[in-house]
């Protein structure tokens, strides 16, 4: 296995910036706020990408809120294709029924994960079910979804940071930016 030395040597472009990411964000976590007041929503989240995602947007919900984590894998390890199969690595440790539930994804690429995922949390009876995501891929959608939340659409590439990796490594890069398609290129 490669392990980079330098991770900002692997990024050939910086697409959204911190500051970008952190504005977003708070618009979505004021719109959110709005839609549901009142009420008392439940913050799924899918790890491990979707982590810095999911502690920043909490933070920018003024609302009373409950969290809980799922593990899901589709793509395994060192590659950048989905495989379309989805293997629940952690389930949830509360119960959904009868709660305001919303999704916090970091990317939706396919589409696949999700659909998967959304086919599963129904069956466990929650009164609402909606989908905010950080980045949306559409040029690669095999499968519709409903998406309610969008932070940014982006191209067709493969991005890395805020949470997202390539084989587990820059997710912790304050910034989304596109990886150099020679580092998934690299013989082992
Ligand atoms: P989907 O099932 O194809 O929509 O893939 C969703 C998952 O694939 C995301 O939650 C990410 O973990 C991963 N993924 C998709 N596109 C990228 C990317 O550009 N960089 C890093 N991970 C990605």
Known sequence: MRTPTDLMADIGEVLLDED??????RELGAQISADYAGRRITLVSVLKGSLPFMADLMRS??????IDLME??????????????????KDLSTSIEGEEVLICEDIIDTGLTLNYLIRYLKGK????LRICTLLDKPARRLVEIPVDYT??????????????????LYRNLRFVGVLKPEVYAAPE
């Open 61 to 66: 919900i003024t609302l009373p809120l409950r």
């Open 20 to 25: 970008r990411i952190q504005a977003r964000i």
């Open 125 to 128: 009876r929650p009164t609402s």
């Open 151 to 168: 932070g940014f659409t982006i191209p067709d590439q493969f991005v890395v940071g805020y949470g997202l990796d390539y084989d587990e």
């Open 72 to 89: 899901v894998s589709s793509y395994g390890g060192a590659t950048t294709e989905s495989s379309g199969l989805v293997r629940i690595l």
